[in-house]
């Protein structure tokens, strides 16, 4: 049983968002708003049913999903897309392919030295979020 990613974790550190952002056709203003954001993302699971919460003063963005088990998923607040989403685990890594639209899109979640790891992909773009346990 892979370690929980369950809890409540802090940004500190966001690498290539900027070019990832782009890759997912966000416009500059929106872009130079996100940049400057400090996300919060709040994990939960109630039985076999994650809940995923990212907060920031901006926007925030939730969803839900089953490992294994095809979700459609519209990115609201983001990039405002129909994806058809799977997540499942590999390995220790919780990943996600986002079939839609933009091509190779999806993301990896995983610890490491007690923080949360968190890869965005789209395109030929990937962006690297790394987040510290609050408390
Ligand atoms: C996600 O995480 C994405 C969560 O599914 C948001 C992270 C980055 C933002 C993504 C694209 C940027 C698009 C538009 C910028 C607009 C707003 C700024 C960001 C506001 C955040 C709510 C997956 C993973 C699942 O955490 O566990």
């Given at each position: 049983m892979p370690v929980s990613l369950c809890g409540t974790w802090d940004m500190v550190s966001n690498?290539?968002?900027?070019?990832?952002?782009?890759?997912?056709?966000?416009?500059l203003y929106t872009r130079k708003i996100a940049l400057k954001l400090k996300l919060r993302k709040v994990i939960e699971q109630v039985g076999d049913r994650y809940v995923v919460k990212t907060i920031s003063t901006f926007r925030n963005y939730t969803f839900s999903f089953r490992v294994n088990e095809e979700f459609q998923e519209f990115t609201k607040g983001l990039d405002d897309r129909h994806c058809k989403s799977l997540v499942d685990w590999e390995g220790n890594k919780l990943m996600c392919i986002q079939k839609g639209e933009k091509k190779n899109r999806g993301w990896?979640?995983?610890?490491?030295?007690?923080?949360?790891?968190?890869?965005?992909?789209?395109?030929?773009?990937?962006?690297?979020?790394?987040?510290?346990?609050?408390?």
């Amino acid at each position: 049983m892979p370690v929980s990613l369950c809890g409540t974790w802090d940004m500190v550190s966001n690498v290539n968002f900027e070019e990832f952002m782009i890759a997912l056709g966000i416009g500059l203003y929106t872009r130079k708003i996100a940049l400057k954001l400090k996300l919060r993302k709040v994990i939960e699971q109630v039985g076999d049913r994650y809940v995923v919460k990212t907060i920031s003063t901006f926007r925030n963005y939730t969803f839900s999903f089953r490992v294994n088990e095809e979700f459609q998923e519209f990115t609201k607040g983001l990039d405002d897309r129909h994806c058809k989403s799977l997540v499942d685990w590999e390995g220790n890594k919780l990943m996600c392919i986002q079939k839609g639209e933009k091509k190779n899109r999806g993301w990896r979640h995983w610890i490491e030295d007690d923080k949360l790891h968190l890869e965005l992909h789209c395109e030929d773009q990937i962006c690297k979020q790394v987040f510290k346990r609050v408390i």
